[in-house]
């Protein structure tokens, strides 16, 4: 089995995949995250992981790299991911009482000599689309959230997989770990594609 590599250091997206049971390398990706004007925001989740998974490509040319990236879609507007505790803020106040939907894209990038379908390309990539509807919040409740998580460069302005569950009166998917941001079942799926799978039948001596 060739070699895995989770092009992220986020302790939230290394949780996640440990459940696996995959002996995997975590590495930060060469990536700057700079979206095109007029990017679609499932479009830009796309984009951002199969950049990540890509951008180690060169350096990990033995390995199955897997990327990730999520986009916050506000009536078809792109949210970027906040820079400050302020900005964090002024992100969940617009959210505050209304529905969103976060985009989370999950990509594979095999490397050459891995078994694959004839024709599969050896970047393979699914996105996964949950909607959130943020219970009306005041001001002090939202500065009080952002001082207790600190949700900088998170979509949204909120961290569910900390305190963030506060935040909300509904989830529209059942998949929570795309919420975090590294969806296990597309994930699987992927991985199985290229012939990663535990529960395959065991190799003939």
């Known amino acids: ?10 302790p939230f997206r290394r949780a996640l995949l440990d459940r696996l049971g995959l002996a995997y390398e975590a590495v930060a990706p060469a990536f700057d995250e700079v979206a095109p004007e007029g990017l679609l925001p499932a479009a830009c989740a796309r984009l951002f992981a199969e950049g990540k998974a890509l951008s180690l490509a060169l350096a990990r040319q033995d390995a199955l790299i897997i990327g990730a990236d999520q986009a916050l879609d506000v009536d078809g507007e792109l949210l970027r991911k906040p820079a400050t ?7 969940l106040g617009r959210l505050a009482g209304r529905v969103h ?11 050459a000599g891995v078994r694959r379908a004839p024709g599969e390309p050896r970047t393979l990539t699914e996105i996964v689309t949950v909607e959130l509807r943020v219970r ?31 935040l909300f009166d ?7 770990t795309a919420i975090v941001g590294l969806p296990l079942v597309p994930l699987c799926r992927l991985l199985r594609r290229f012939g990663v799978d535990p529960l395959g039948a065991p190799a003939r001596a």
């Open 1 to 10: 089995m060739s070699r895995v590599v989770l092009a992220s250091t986020s």
């Open 85 to 91: 505790l302020d900005e964090a803020a002024d992100q």
């Open 101 to 111: 939907a976060l985009h989370t894209a999950v990509a594979v990038h095999a490397p």
């Open 136 to 166: 009306p919040l005041d001001r002090a409740q939202i500065r009080r959230y952002v001082e207790l998580d600190r949700p900088i460069g998170s979509a949204g302005g909120y961290l569910f997989e900390k305190h963030g569950p506060w």
């Open 170 to 176: 509904d989830v529209r998917h059942a998949d929570e």
